[in-house]
């Protein structure tokens, strides 16, 4: 499965921006897609994720409240909408998705950049 991320971009604190993460050929079905970011000088860390079985939703406490995770009917495109960015939010972006019984992401994306100013 190859992911396709886009969407990244220059905002100011306090904008918006929304992610697209797409799989190449296929469909998300019985596929886990979460978003990861990695800043610069830190290690990578989860963001979000929806799952197969139920769309269920979870996200890190940082950005509860100002992100949303969704995917299209289709399970084509996985979304990540991100509201009321603050500069800490500055990081790559990547999407990774595991068949929903595995333990661990299998498929990751290129990542795309996202830059909040102050």
């Known amino acids: 499965v190859q992911l396709q991320a886009s969407g990244g971009g220059l905002v100011e604190a306090g904008g918006s921006l929304r992610l697209s993460c797409a799989a190449s050929?296929?469909?998300?079905?019985?596929?886990?897609v979460g978003w990861f970011r990695q800043a610069p000088g830190k290690e990578r860390e989860f963001v979000a994720l929806?799952?197969?079985?139920?769309?269920?939703?979870s996200y890190v406490d940082s950005v509860k409240g100002r992100f949303t995770i969704s995917r299209d009917n289709r399970k084509i495109t996985v979304y990540l909408q991100m509201s009321n960015l603050k500069p800490e939010d500055t990081a790559v972006y990547y999407c990774?998705?595991?068949?929903?019984?595995?333990?661990?992401?299998?498929?990751w994306g290129q990542g795309t950049l996202v830059t909040v100013s102050s």
């Open positions: 990774a998705a595991k068949f929903w019984t595995a333990s661990s992401y299998e498929y």
């Open positions: 929806i799952t197969w079985r139920g769309g269920t939703t």
């Open positions: 050929g296929r469909t998300f079905s019985g596929y886990d």
